[in-house]
């Protein structure tokens, strides 16, 4: 293929230009090549295959022009001149930030095909979606065999754990960067129960068999985000989070998980964007504070023995990957009603996408979070509903005061019990306690799923409060 050529000189067809004008007629030409993009700092990329190389410098950037342009100078009698961009104009063009965004706009790059609302997202530049995929086709599948089969000798501990494993699989294929995906917790009551391996298999299948590795330290952890995201690593990993019994708290993550995904690449004055990066956290025993534990779905493992599952789920996922992410495609692809979301989880628009799928092909999905400072409270309440439930559908309806009174002799509301000193400060926080509660949907150890519910008493202006069965 001839190479599009750019003539330094004034006057040309091909270029050229004056000094104003010479970066728009290289960026011009540049964006035309289908190998320079920019992201979403305004970086330029530069594409080698099928792989994005960020450019850092002048000299990057005018290798790479010369591998895409024929870069020729104009003669004294008119004739072509083929030339090496000089330093003076190098300059130019590096430091020329408007030219820039001649460039199209990459906001993510997938290394597979994704769903980004209705539209399947095949491989190149997608300039409705500004994304790009940098693999082959891979086409969806109808069914779950091989999801099935590939997760089917890991022992996790309720079927709703199963569930939430495929929702966040299933949540890997979306390209939207507006939805926000949640945080993975694979926890185990022991070593050896298949966490790590969960996670390389889950990496392997959306295409990152080598993710990224962070480090869970908070000292280490913005120096180790920024070169994930510099790698361009779509799934992130923090192995074997020790806290020693505390909960684990992350501002950074919890923000990265809900926010904007970017971050100053230390060392260099620019940033670097993650938007499309998944995370996940192993651990024994997950305890995450409320902050991150709102962004966390939770997968816990249970054996009494150390695992070693046929089919081992990182070989089958290696063997058989284009036949599993083409089931997560045609799950994705589904039509679905939305439900409406209302708890303290803060991934709602991914929730609302995934639970109606997942439910319909795996079963109920628990998204009501990991074990933070006031999940022990949240237990002895649905224990509470349980016991309550007795053969109806539906408890009794109870007014806040009587439901204080209920949960204040419980061991998990001690600590709320001895903070407060006034009978109305306890119904307050108790209160603000349940608000945040209302509409959480949580599955029983029994398999029965409850959800709290509130009326509002109009007549004696005041709250009352139900379990019922859903």
């Known amino acids: 293929m001839t190479r599009p050529r ?133 086409k969806p599948r109808s069914g779950t065999e091989h999801l099935e089969k590939c997760f089917s000798a890991i022992p996790f501990a309720t079927p709703a754990h199963r569930s939430n494993y495929f929702a966040w699989l299933l949540g890997g294929v979306l390209g939207d960067i507006g939805i926000s995906q949640p945080l993975l917790v694979l926890s185990g009551n022991q070593q050896r129960v298949g966490k790590t391996t969960l996670a390389n298999a889950a990496a392997e299948i959306l295409g990152e068999p080598n993710p990224g590795k962070l480090n869970f330290n908070m000292n280490e952890f913005r120096k180790t985000l920024s070169a994930v995201y510099a790698a361009g690593k779509r799934v992130a990993l923090m192995d074997n989070v020790d806290t020693s019994g505390n909960p684990y708290r992350n501002a950074i993550l919890a923000e990265e998980l809900t926010g904007s995904k970017s971050t100053r690449l230390l060392g260099h004055s ?17 305890k995450l504070d409320k902050d991150l534990a709102s962004r966390a779905i939770d997968v816990h493992l249970h054996s009494d023995e150390p695992c070693y599952p046929e089919p081992y789920p990182v070989t089958y996922a290696e063997q058989h990957q284009k036949q599993i992410y083409g089931e997560l495609l045609g799950i994705a692809l589904e039509k679905h009603k939305r439900p409406l979301e209302k708890s303290g989880f803060r991934c709602v628009q991914w929730s609302r996408f995934v639970k109606p799928r997942v439910e319909k092909h795996f079963g109920p999905v628990d998204f009501s979070g990991v074990a933070s400072d006031l999940d022990a409270e949240v237990v002895e309440l649905f224990n509470l509903g349980e016991t309550l439930i007795a053969d109806d559908a539906r408890t009794e309806a109870l007014s806040a005061s009587e ?52 009326e509002h008493d109009k007549k004696n202006k005041s709250n009352r409060y139900h379990w019922e069965v859903v």
């Open 6 to 138: 750019f003539v330094i000189g004034i006057g040309t067809d091909a270029g050229g230009g004056d000094w104003g004008t010479l970066p728009n007629n290289l960026f011009d030409i540049l964006a035309h090549t289908g190998s320079f993009y920019r992201d979403v700092n305004d970086n330029i990329m530069f594409l080698v295959g099928n792989e994005f190389k960020t450019l850092t410098d002048r000299e990057a950037f005018a290798g790479a022009v010369h591998q895409a342009v024929s870069v020729r100078k104009a003669g004294d009698r008119g004739e072509e001149i083929r030339t090496m961009i000089p330093e003076d104009l190098k300059r130019l063009f590096w430091n020329a930030p408007l030219a820039r965004r001649r460039l199209p706009l990459v906001q993510v790059v997938f290394p597979l095909p994704v769903v980004i609302g209705p539209d399947l997202i095949e491989p190149g530049y997608n300039g409705k979606h500004k994304v790009y995929v940098t693999s082959k086709q891979i």
């Open 403 to 454: 439901l204080a009174e209920r949960l204040f002799s419980l061991p998990a509301f001690d600590e709320r019990k001895y903070r407060f000193k006034t009978d109305k400060a306890r119904q307050t926080s108790i209160g603000q306690f349940l608000k945040g509660i209302v509409g959480r949907e949580v599955v029983m150890p029994s398999g029965m799923r409850l959800a709290l519910r509130c």
């Open 270 to 286: 620019r940033d670097v964007s993650g938007a499309g990066t998944r995370f996940i956290l192993t651990c024994n025993n997950a």
